[in-house]
């Protein structure tokens, strides 16, 4: 037998993605000011951007990340436990912990590098990971890359997460859920899943990439919505890209947990750190998450818009009260047609296809922030009008 050429299985592979309309090219972002992009020599209006809070263009975030290389440099020089570990990470990850109640904190590159390392370094063989079905991609591949048995229980269903773990008592467990779910905008039912973790003696860990910042007091997350806390949710991960207008993730739990992800996870021990002037940057970011509740108050009013307005023209809302506002299309061909139309009329809003959501629940997923405006809103719509057929049933909003 002849052995596979890779250039044949990657054009084999192409070829199928052609045929069902899902190629994933990438698209150039010339500059951005707020929620104004230029594409191709165009300027749009982005409706497909994380930055919810505005806070990745603040002059406060830049100022503090330049003066910060200009002192450290602009990389860490090495590993966290080697060259890499600088006093501006260490008083971030003090900030956080302060913040959010937790005794210790760990800053990673990425919340994909956080949930890796968490994984491998807590889970092995003849452990037990539950996780919903709609977790993001880089849960599920840690506890794949863990060796453990991995079970998915369908989206938001708490009878099944407590079914799945009762039907396994050896090993250790871990119960692991999104906050807020990153393609649907709904939150976990976390009170819930801590009573469940609680029963079942397993340790719920939630990653809040999509609620910190934007949800509860002080945009302390969806844990501070539930009224949980270390103690119901002994490890907690707050991805940097979302709220805070930057990059990397910072892990939060005991002294115990974090000192054993820090000494023996491998995508953290044999990364460089990240660059200090970050740290210093989303420090930053930090002090005007606590200080500016208007930022969180014009965001909910920007949603309830969008969500007005949407179920007044039949549009097919999901229940999302968060800024992330799906628009399910179903097929692959329709969500790109609808994103093109859109952008034809100055607006950028991607098409979200398998496998990032599940076949046939193609989308246009339409993210808010507080750089939109009301005119952007309202233009938004006019154009989601005449791009998508409306819905038989609107949802309320």
Same mark, same amino acid.
């Given at each position: 037998?002849?052995?596979?050429?890779? $250039?044949?299985?990657?054009?084999?592979?192409?070829?199928?993605?052609?045929?069902?309309?899902?190629?994933?090219?990438?698209?150039?972002?010339?500059?951005?000011?707020?929620?104004?992009?230029?594409?191709?020599?165009?300027?749009? $209006?982005?409706?497909?951007?994380?930055?919810?809070?505005?806070?990745?263009?603040?002059?406060?975030?830049?100022?503090?990340?330049?003066?910060?290389?200009?002192?450290?440099?602009?990389?860490?020089?090495?590993?966290?436990?080697?060259?890499?570990?600088?006093?501006?990470?260490?008083?971030?990850?003090?900030?956080?912990?302060?913040?959010?109640?937790? #005794?210790?904190?760990?800053?990673?590159?990425?919340?994909?590098?956080?949930?890796?390392?968490?994984?491998?370094?807590?889970?092995?063989?003849?452990? $037990?990971?539950?996780?919903?079905?709609?977790?993001?991609?880089?849960?599920?591949?840690?506890?794949?890359?863990?060796?453990?048995?991995?079970?998915?229980?369908?989206?938001?269903?708490?009878?099944?997460?407590?079914?799945?773990?009762?039907?396994?008592?050896?090993?250790?467990?871990?119960?692991?859920?999104?906050?807020?779910?990153?393609?649907?905008?709904?939150?976990?039912?976390?009170?819930?899943?801590?009573?469940?973790?609680?029963?079942?003696?397993?340790?719920?860990?939630?990653?809040?990439?999509?609620?910190?910042?934007?949800?509860?007091?002080?945009?302390?997350?969806?844990?501070?919505?539930?009224?949980?806390?270390?103690?119901?949710?002994?490890?907690?991960?707050?991805?940097?890209?979302?709220?805070?207008?930057?990059?990397?993730?910072?892990?939060?739990?005991?002294?115990?947990?974090?000192?054993?992800?820090?000494? $023996?996870?491998?995508?953290?021990?044999?990364?460089?750190?990240?660059?200090?002037?970050?740290?210093?940057?989303?420090?930053?970011?930090?002090?005007?998450?606590?200080?500016?509740?208007?930022?969180?108050?014009?965001?909910?009013?920007?949603?309830?818009?969008?969500?007005?307005?949407?179920?007044?023209?039949?549009?097919?809302?999901?229940?999302?009260?968060?800024?992330?506002?799906?628009?399910?299309?179903?097929?692959?061909?329709?969500?790109?047609?609808?994103?093109?139309?859109?952008? #034809?009329?100055?607006?950028?809003?991607?098409?979200?296809?398998?496998?990032?959501?599940?076949?046939?629940?193609?989308?246009?997923?339409?993210?808010?922030?507080?750089?939109?405006?009301?005119?952007?809103?309202?233009?938004?719509?006019?154009?989601?009008?005449?791009?998508?057929?409306?819905?038989?049933?609107?949802?309320?909003?």
């Amino acid at each position: 037998m002849s052995r596979i050429r890779f $250039t044949d299985r990657v054009n084999l592979a192409r070829a199928d993605r052609t045929a069902r309309d899902a190629l994933r090219p990438r698209r150039e972002i010339e500059g951005r000011e707020g929620a104004r992009v230029l594409v191709d020599g165009r300027q749009l $209006t982005s409706f497909c951007g994380n930055d919810y809070l505005g806070l990745g263009q603040h002059l406060d975030v830049v100022s503090a990340m330049q003066e910060a290389a200009a002192w450290h440099g602009v990389g860490s020089t090495g590993s966290p436990l080697v060259t890499g570990h600088h006093a501006e990470h260490a008083r971030f990850e003090r900030e956080m912990a302060e913040w959010l109640g937790y #005794e210790r904190a760990l800053f990673f590159g990425s919340g994909y590098q956080a949930n890796l390392a968490v994984m491998q370094s807590l889970l092995e063989a003849g452990d $037990t990971c539950v996780q919903d079905k709609l977790n993001h991609a880089c849960l599920i591949d840690g506890a794949r890359l863990a060796g453990c048995e991995l079970k998915r229980y369908p989206h938001a269903d708490v009878e099944a997460a407590m079914r799945q773990l009762m039907a396994r008592r050896d090993g250790a467990a871990m119960l692991a859920t999104d906050g807020v779910f990153s393609m649907d905008g709904d939150a976990a039912p976390l009170a819930d899943l801590a009573l469940v973790a609680r029963a079942q003696d397993a340790l719920l860990y939630v990653d809040d990439a999509h609620g910190i910042g934007v949800l509860g007091p002080e945009g302390r997350g969806s844990l501070a919505v539930a009224g949980l806390g270390a103690r119901e949710v002994p490890l907690l991960l707050v991805p940097l890209g979302k709220a805070f207008g930057g990059q990397g993730a910072v892990l939060l739990g005991s002294d115990a947990l974090i000192g054993h992800v820090a000494e $023996t996870a491998r995508p953290y021990l044999f990364s460089t750190a990240p660059a200090p002037a970050m740290a210093a940057a989303m420090r930053a970011s930090l002090r005007l998450i606590r200080k500016e509740s208007w930022r969180r108050a014009k965001l909910a009013s920007v949603v309830m818009r969008f969500r007005r307005g949407a179920s007044a023209r039949g549009l097919p809302l999901q229940e999302s009260f968060t800024p992330i506002q799906p628009i399910v299309l179903g097929d692959n061909a329709s969500a790109l047609a609808a994103a093109r139309a859109l952008e #034809e009329r100055g607006y950028l809003v991607t098409a979200i296809r398998p496998p990032t959501v599940p076949e046939g629940q193609a989308r246009l997923r339409v993210t808010l922030s507080v750089d939109h405006g009301e005119a952007d809103v309202d233009g938004l719509l006019a154009a989601l009008s005449e791009a998508v057929k409306p819905a038989a049933d609107p949802v309320p909003a």
